[in-house]
Nanobody, 118 residues
């Protein structure tokens, strides 16, 4: 059973940076398409960035040029580097993993809160 644990969230001032980590256990991430989602208060969960098994990366427009998704297969960990953070980036961030054989079946972490405020 694959498990995902996010870390690295917290409170940061506008313009600051945070790096989220998603540690995966129970399976190797090289067999998974990985992604980061976020859910702001009162809003639906939305995709932020995705990293496919083959290396293709996609970002939603609001974070392009500011966020970077990456993976370290040796550490079985996926990262989200977030720079120039804005108050509208405040949300709970979730790591998502989808096995190559079942891409319609998401596996979620518990989420990590990111608050951008002065």
């Amino acid at each position: 059973q694959v498990q995902l644990v996010e870390s690295g969230g917290g409170l940061v001032q506008p313009g600051g940076s945070l790096k989220l980590s998603c540690a995966v256990s129970g399976s190797t991430i090289s067999d998974y398409h990985m992604a980061w989602y976020r859910q702001a208060p009162g809003k639906q969960r939305e995709l932020v960035a995705s990293l496919a098994i083959g290396g293709m990366i996609n970002y939603v427009d609001p974070v392009k040029g500011r966020f970077t998704i990456s993976r370290d297969n040796a550490k079985n960990t996926v990262y989200l580097q977030m720079n120039n953070l804005k108050p509208e980036d405040t949300a709970i961030y979730y790591c998502d993993a989808r096995h190559r054989s079942s891409v319609l079946t998401p596996r979620w972490g518990q989420g990590i809160l990111v608050t951008v405020s002065s």
